[in-house]
T-cell receptor, first 114, second 115 residues
Framework: GQNIDQPTEMTATEGAIVQINCTYQ??????LFWYQQHAGEAPTFLSY????GLEEKGRFSSFLSRSKGYSYLLLKELQMKDSASYLC???????????????FGRGTQLTVWP | EADIYQTPRYLVIGTGKKITLECSQT?????MYWYQQDPGMELHLIHY???????EKGDLSSESTVSRIRTEHFPLTLESARPSHTSQYLC??????????????FGPGTRLTVT
């Protein structure tokens, strides 16, 4: 398997900025993904990084450093509805029948307070 | 919005029963996956498929089986349910090779309780 580490819990207040970190160790690398999962619901795709740098999508941005095995998800102008679990997932380089597999971290439970 | 469906959404069943969890997608995706997730824990891949008649076991040892007779349908079967099977089961699919192949679309999940 892959070694993916992210904090278990984080809290922040409405309107603030929060950064959720993710470190990984993989046998080859072919992309890192962030998913949002509200309690009792399915994960939904947020962002994808395959090259180093920052990808911005509205209030959410994701950064990747392949040499450091490190990524973060940045959430700006936090809203109550952002309270959810944020999952970091890595796609290692693979071929054949394993192509496309993702390995997920345990998720970071973010609570946004008013 | 992703077109991937799971039934039932909730199921409470007694030990020893045979059950089938249904998953269907209307996006024509070749790749489909079954994950198991306990509260506060990561998603564990239990089965996956890369196309019709192609299935593989995932990382988590599972007593379930799957089949892929049609592209859109990927059911998961437990021959004899046990309390240890109590969990959330999530089905996902992704597009074949190409720019969109990285994104997995998830169904709403089936919450299974075995008494």
């Amino acid at each position: 398997g892959q070694n993916i580490d992210q904090p278990t819990e984080m809290t922040a207040t409405e309107g603030a900025i929060v950064q959720i970190n993710c470190t990984y160790q993989t046998s080859g690398f072919n992309g890192l993904f962030w998913y949002q999962q509200h309690a009792g619901e399915a994960p939904t795709f947020l962002s994808y990084n395959v090259l180093d740098g920052l990808e911005e999508k509205g209030r959410f941005s994701s950064f990747l450093s392949r040499s450091k095995g490190y990524s973060y998800l940045l959430l700006k102008e936090l809203q109550m509805k952002d309270s959810a679990s944020y999952l970091c997932a890595v796609r290692p380089r693979s071929r054949g029948s394993t192509l496309g597999r993702l390995y997920f971290g345990r998720g970071t439970q973010l609570t946004v307070w008013p | 919005e992703a077109d991937i469906y799971q039934t039932p959404r909730y199921l409470v069943i007694g030990t020893g029963k045979k059950i089938t969890l249904e998953c269907s997608q209307t996006m024509g995706h070749d790749k489909m996956y079954w994950y198991q997730q306990d509260p506060g824990m990561e998603l564990h891949l239990i089965h996956y498929s890369y196309g019709v008649n192609s299935t593989e076991k995932g990382d988590l040892s599972s007593e379930s089986t799957v089949s892929r007779i049609r592209t859109e349908h990927f059911p998961l079967t437990l021959e004899s349910a046990r309390p240890s099977h109590t969990s959330q089961y999530l089905c996902a699919s992704s597009a074949p090779t190409g720019p969109s192949s990285y994104e997995q679309y998830f169904g709403p999940g089936t919450r299974l309780t075995v008494t």
